[in-house]
């Protein structure tokens, strides 16, 4: 299967923990990549093979996998961490990409 | 500072064509994939297309195959998509995207690290 499944709407309440999946069989054999993305902006790499974070990305971000799902936890969460965020990988031919649908994350 | 500058949308009629450009500054363009990414307004990421750093190889989602095709100038350090037989399902925001490849002991680890600033395709009559 060449799908990434992700919850439309995840909200968390100002400096609490919050975690988005990422379910496909894909993620069995490829890690995970996150990006965010705020209205208006193109995406940025918040987490790359499972849980790298490039520079600049805050170390409240993190990431991990489990089987077929992968997840990007926010310990702290701020308000300027709302937006949508994305999760991508290859598929199972391994040379085509595939990104989920996409979380809405709301900073209550 | 690594830099991708997009530039060749606007609206075009349904069966129309399109010239994307994508240049890249700041990096060894030379030394990496590059990859068209899409974006419908108001929905999610869909990739539509990848090359090989030297332009040998190509790949392509289903949705744009025989329409699109991607190409790159490396001596002059530019990514390009050429659409041809536009449709109105094609508007949507086009981004380039570079791809960085780590060869890891376990896993090999690939991802977008920069994209581009978006370039809006409108196919309407």
């Known amino acids: 299967s060449s799908e990434l499944t992700q919850d439309p709407a995840v909200s968390v309440a100002l400096g609490q923990t919050v975690r988005i999946t990422c379910q496909g069989d894909?993620?069995?054999?490829?890690?995970a990549t996150w990006y965010q993305q705020q209205p208006g902006q193109a995406p940025v790499l918040v987490i790359y093979?499972?849980?790298n974070r490039p520079s600049g990305i805050p170390d409240r971000f993190s990431g991990s996998r489990s089987g077929n799902t992968a997840s990007l936890t926010i310990t702290g969460a701020q308000a300027e961490d709302e937006g949508d965020y994305y999760c991508h990988t290859r598929d199972s031919s391994g040379h085509h990409q595939v990104f989920g649908g996409g979380t809405k994350l709301t900073v209550l | 500072e690594v830099q991708l500058l997009q530039s060749g949308g606007g609206l075009v009629q349904p069966g129309g064509s399109l010239r994307l450009s994508c240049a890249a500054s700041?990096?060894?363009?030379?030394?990496?994939?590059m990859s068209w990414v899409r974006q419908v307004p108001g929905e999610g990421l869909e990739w539509v297309s990848s090359i090989t750093s030297s332009g040998d190889t190509t790949y392509y989602a289903d949705s744009v195959k025989g329409r699109f095709t991607i190409s790159r100038d490396n001596s002059k350090n530019t990514l390009f998509l050429q659409m041809n037989s536009l449709r109105a399902a094609d508007t949507a925001v086009y981004y380039c995207?570079?791809?960085?490849?780590?060869?890891?002991?376990?896993?090999?680890?690939?991802?977008?690290?920069?994209w581009g600033q978006g370039t809006l395709v409108t196919v309407s009559s």
């Open positions: 093979g499972q849980n």
């Open positions: 700041g990096f060894n363009f030379n030394n990496y994939a």
């Open positions: 894909s993620l069995r054999r490829f890690a």
């Open positions: 995207a570079k791809e960085n490849t780590i060869f890891g002991v376990v896993e090999i680890l690939f991802y977008f690290d920069y």
